[in-house]
């Protein structure tokens, strides 16, 4: 089932949660809503479940205008975030429930429902825990049995608001990987609201960046993350240092005339790090360094304007780069500040992105 | 090496001397909270019996069985099959309203639900007299229509509902605020309609609270004395409930009927507590 969003605002009491959204999700497309806290996300995928009313604007499902419609007559899935299971069934009248809800005449039989339920049960690999309770499983066992009761009404579109949330960084990862191979094998247009960047960037076909109930930008998680719309784009989907005012002016000396107030950004692993001076780097203090994994970060102070940046190396390259300690003087080579013509605030209007090399006395 | 052992020595004698003084002092209050109870609770509960049968079984089931008795308790029964159900419906209609959906003047409601336990249930009689008595404000109109409310049965129901109203609200509030309103909704996005949602999902999960707030609201419907008091006029065999009944033959010094009367509002008490102490049990497991 495709569904067109168009024009769609909300309000709460004065203060506007969602503002003139436009989405085009085509059938069969996973879809993540990413997006800080508080940037309508939960408030947009109940519009589309029709668990929250519009204030003005259309949603329609197959080109059929929706907005009206029940959340009974859209027969789309829901998971919440807190699972919402029903505390007082066993797992499997959670999983029948919407089945035997259903009016008499197209109601399965006892037999089915019982095939039925067992069929998504082993699809998400709890057959096992048929007669448990809800509060008798983990995080994990719950947000699958959320998914499988959602399921059983089979719907066409499948919405769920934050799926992982609450759950530790393994199961997190675990679950991406089933949810992503549920979604092939039954190809249902799936909207997923998310605030982790990696795992809208990992999961989904589409990436739509919110902010301030507004969207940012509507691409591929390739898109989205190599030609950022705007700088909260930009800055969203990954750490990044920020350069402001008379230090970027300084590094970049091909801008000339950049505006007052213009800020200039770069990842932190785009920062390169020498021990002596090729003419290109400004000199740095190393303030820390802590090694995550297979990364390495570094906290740096400029010597001449004491601004902080950070940095980060694979280990091979901190290797290469020879010991560093707390105190030294490095070399840094700021190659791929990225600026935005038109700064944050007005950023939902195309912008053009350019792209600077340093320069350096 | 030798200090060390002779201060822990110490310490631990200090700890005993501390466990030893706080066992005395909670046998002291728990002898204290028992030896109250006793007085003020179960010595005036056995009284009851006691005076009751003090004449034999035989006049205590003839005090029953007499014809005002007899028509006490009825009335006392009546009462509250009207009373209790209608509190229960309404009861739950409100607590859903107010802990499930935000609204304008929901604290205000919120306040007239406290308004049975806040007033005298003697003014909660007043305030029924004035509206439907004879010089009340709707009096003439009733008089006209030949409809009898005050010192009539509808009057002890109404001042029944009345007063007995906040129980089952009361209850609900905290459980069904505390439950929220997710388990409904996702019931609504698995196509249930609104009495499959209210029936199999919002009900089961309230049922012990439920079942509480009813077995209170139901003993206070049979044991209420001041608003009845109040409306009925005290008819015998009419209008008295059992409390009214208890008092009228209190104060014709007749004991033994009285106390015999007056046990089975003892009674209707000591199988409340049985059920209230098994619903607690009940949702503590769960
Ligand atoms: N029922 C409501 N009443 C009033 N304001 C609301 C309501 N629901 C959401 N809001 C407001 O609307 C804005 C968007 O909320 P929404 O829940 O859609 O954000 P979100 O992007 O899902 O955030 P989060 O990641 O924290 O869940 C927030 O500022 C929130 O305070
Ligand atoms: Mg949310």
């Known amino acids: 089932m495709g569904i067109s969003i168009c024009d769609v605002s909300k309000a709460f009491s004065s ?29 947009l995928l109940r519009m589309i479940a029709g668990l929250e009313s519009l204030d003005s604007g259309k949603i329609l499902f197959n080109g059929l205008d929706y907005t009206n419609k029940t959340v009974k007559e859209r027969k789309v899935g829901f998971v919440f975030q807190h699972y919402a299971l029903f505390r007082h069934m066993t797992i499997f009248e959670n999983v029948a429930f919407g089945l035997k809800v259903r009016p008499r005449r197209n109601r399965p039989s006892k037999r089915e429902i019982k095939e039925k339920v067992h069929e998504l049960l082993r699809l998400v690999q709890l057959e096992h825990l048929v007669d448990r309770y809800p509060s008798q499983l983990s995080g994990g066992q719950r947000q699958r049995i959320a998914l499988a ?69 509507i691409g591929s998680p390739e898109e989205v993350y190599h030609h950022p719309a705007n700088a909260f784009v930009y800055s969203f989907l990954g750490r990044v240092n920020e350069i402001t005012g008379k230090a970027l002016s300084e590094t970049t000396l091909r801008v000339t005339d950049l505006e007052k107030g213009t800020v200039g950004y770069i990842r932190p692993h785009e920062i390169v790090l020498k021990k002596t001076s090729e003419g290109l780097g400004m000199l740095v203090e190393v303030v820390h360094i802590h ?71 | 090496m030798v200090s060390r052992e002779v201060t822990l020595h110490f310490d631990t004698s200090a700890v005993k001397v501390a466990s030893r003084f706080d066992s005395i002092r909670k046998w002291l209050l728990i002898g204290v909270a028992l030896l109250f109870l006793g007085l003020f609770i179960l010595v005036p509960l056995l009284a009851v019996f006691s005076e009751a049968l003090k004449k ?134 698995l196509g249930a ?24 609201c139901n003993a206070r419907a049979m044991g209420e004395f001041g608003a009845v008091s109040v409306v009925s006029g005290h008819i015998r065999g009419l209008t008295n409930t059992i409390p009214l009944h208890v008092e009228i033959l209190y104060n014709e010094y007749n004991f033994t009927a009285a106390f015999a009367v007056a046990s089975l509002l003892a009674l209707l008490a000591l199988a409340t507590l049985v059920i209230k102490s098994m619903v607690e049990w009940k949702t503590q497991k769960h």
């Open chain 2, 193 to 216: 309609n609104g009495w499959q949602t209210f029936f199999r999902v919002t009900l089961p999960n309230i049922k012990w609270g439920l079942l509480y707030g009813v077995i209170l």
């Open chain 1, 15 to 43: 203060f506007p949660a969602v503002k003139n959204v436009e989405l085009e999700i085509p059938t069969g497309d996973f879809v993540a809503l990413l997006g800080p806290s508080g940037s309508g996300k939960t408030t």
């Open chain 2, 56 to 189: 034999g079984v035989q006049l205590y089931f003839a005090a029953l069985i007499e014809p005002n008795a007899w028509a006490a308790i009825k009335l006392t029964l009546v009462t509250a099959a009207v009373a209790v159900p209608i509190n229960t419906i309404f009861g739950v209609i409100a607590a859903w309203a107010i802990a499930k959906f935000n609204f304008e003047g929901k604290n205000f409601m919120l306040t007239l639900i406290d308004i049975p336990f806040a007033v005298s249930p003697v003014i909660a009689g007043l305030v029924f007299v004035l509206l439907f008595g004879s010089q009340g404000m709707l009096g003439p109109f009733l008089a006209e229509h030949n409809i009898k409310i005050i010192f009539a049965v509808p009057g002890i129901v109404l001042a029944t509902i009345f007063v007995t109203f906040p129980f089952v609200v009361r209850e609900l509030i905290p459980i069904m605020q505390d439950q929220g309103t997710d388990e409904e909704q996702a019931a609504i996005t």
């Open chain 1, 149 to 217: 009761r959602a399921l059983a009404v089979e719907p066409e579109v499948l919405l769920l608001d934050e799926p992982f949330g609450a759950l530790d960084a393994k199961v997190r990862q675990e679950l991406r990987h089933w949810l992503r191979e549920i979604h092939q094998k039954l190809n249902i247009t799936t909207v997923f609201v998310t605030h982790d960047q990696e795992e809208a960037l990992e999961m989904a076909d589409t990436i739509v960046v919110m902010n301030k109930g507004m969207v940012e930008q």
């Open chain 1, 291 to 361: 090694s995550v994994g297979s990364t390495v970060r570094m906290q740096l102070k400029r010597r001449d304007t004491d601004d902080l940046y950070e940095a980060e190396l694979t280990i091979e390259t901190y290797k290469e780069l020879g010991a560093v300690s707390k105190g030294d003087l490095l070399h840094a080579e700021f190659n791929n500040i990225v600026v935005f013509e038109n700064e944050p605030g007005t950023s939902h209007s195309l912008q053009e992105q350019t792209k600077f090399t340093a320069a350096f006395n």
